[in-house]
């Protein structure tokens, strides 16, 4: 009798899986063919049931969500402290004494919250009380039509912006995060750039998410958006 009569020839692996997913009931009608089933362990070459293998894909699997599920509690317990981070820095931001001091509260707070070696703003446009403020100090038109550019945060190396020099630290940084302060959706409503500098070329990277950067901005926004129409 050949391979055609038996039925044999043209089956293939999926074939034999498709029967198998169909028929559960066969193991049960084989019971011993289930018992004498050997494969090979993945942890080495002794030869297992196919319980066994059964019981070690399991605990990979369980492994694996273990796994997954770590990952998930530390990223929960880090969103949970960028939280109060930013909670703090906000809170401080609105209790500055004056608006004199606003600019540099909202800079060295956000230092000390979230750990930024450097770190700077300016706005323009602002009302004639606060244009002797530091940080209101004037800037080429060539930032503020780049500022303007900006639909979101600009994360990377530091390619010898104009910005970076407001820095003023005797470590040039390597890493940059540029957030624009706008009034409004606009791009024409933007007046002012705030600059996260890092001498670590890795701290702000293209690919990284910017989510948070762009409350960091919308919060300074708020702040500083009020110099632009009225005094103290």
Same mark, same amino acid.
């Given at each position: 009798?050949?391979?055609?009569?038996?039925?044999?020839?043209?089956?293939?692996?999926?074939?034999?899986?498709?029967?198998?997913?169909?028929?559960p009931g066969f193991f049960e009608r084989q019971a011993e063919l289930l018992a004498s089933i050997q494969l090979t362990s993945p942890h080495g070459q002794r030869a297992v049931s196919l319980q066994e293998r059964q019981m070690?894909?399991?605990?990979?699997?369980?492994k694996g969500l273990e796994r997954k599920i770590m990952e998930m509690i530390r990223a929960g317990q880090e969103n949970v402290l960028i939280a109060e981070r930013m909670h703090r820095w906000t809170c401080a931001v609105m209790?500055?004494?004056?608006?004199?001091?606003?600019?540099?509260?909202?800079?060295?707070?956000? @230092?000390?919250?979230?750990?930024?070696?450097?770190?700077?703003?300016?706005?323009?446009?602002?009302?004639?009380?606060?244009?002797?403020?530091?940080?209101?100090?004037?800037?080429?038109?060539?930032? @503020?039509?780049?500022?303007?550019?900006?639909?979101?945060?600009?994360?990377?190396?530091?390619?010898?912006?104009?910005?970076?020099?407001?820095?003023?630290?005797?470590?040039?940084?390597?890493?940059?995060?540029?957030?624009?302060?706008?009034?409004?959706?606009?791009?024409?409503?933007?007046?002012?750039?705030?600059?996260?500098?890092?001498?670590?070329?890795?701290?702000?990277?293209?690919?990284?998410?910017?989510?948070?950067?762009?409350?960091?901005?919308?919060?300074?926004?708020?702040?500083?958006?009020?110099?632009?129409?009225?005094?103290?």
């Amino acid at each position: 009798m050949t391979s055609n009569e038996n039925g044999v020839q043209g089956i293939t692996e999926q074939d034999i899986a498709n029967y198998l997913a169909n028929n559960p009931g066969f193991f049960e009608r084989q019971a011993e063919l289930l018992a004498s089933i050997q494969l090979t362990s993945p942890h080495g070459q002794r030869a297992v049931s196919l319980q066994e293998r059964q019981m070690e894909m399991l605990r990979e699997r369980i492994k694996g969500l273990e796994r997954k599920i770590m990952e998930m509690i530390r990223a929960g317990q880090e969103n949970v402290l960028i939280a109060e981070r930013m909670h703090r820095w906000t809170c401080a931001v609105m209790l500055a004494r004056g608006a004199t001091m606003l600019g540099e509260v909202l800079v060295a707070e956000l @230092k000390h919250e979230f750990l930024i070696p450097q770190a700077a703003v300016r706005v323009w446009g602002v009302a004639p009380a606060f244009a002797h403020l530091p940080w209101a100090q004037g800037v080429s038109e060539d930032i @503020k039509t780049f500022a303007a550019s900006l639909s979101q945060p600009y994360c990377g190396l530091n390619a010898q912006f104009e910005a970076a020099q407001w820095l003023g630290d005797a470590t040039p940084a390597q890493s940059l995060a540029l957030v624009p302060l706008r009034l409004g959706p606009s791009a024409a409503e933007c007046f002012g750039l705030l600059v996260l500098g890092s001498p670590d070329a890795l701290r702000y990277q293209s690919d990284m998410g910017t989510e948070f950067l762009e409350q960091v901005g919308d919060i300074a926004s708020a702040a500083l958006g009020r110099l632009m129409v009225t005094g103290e």
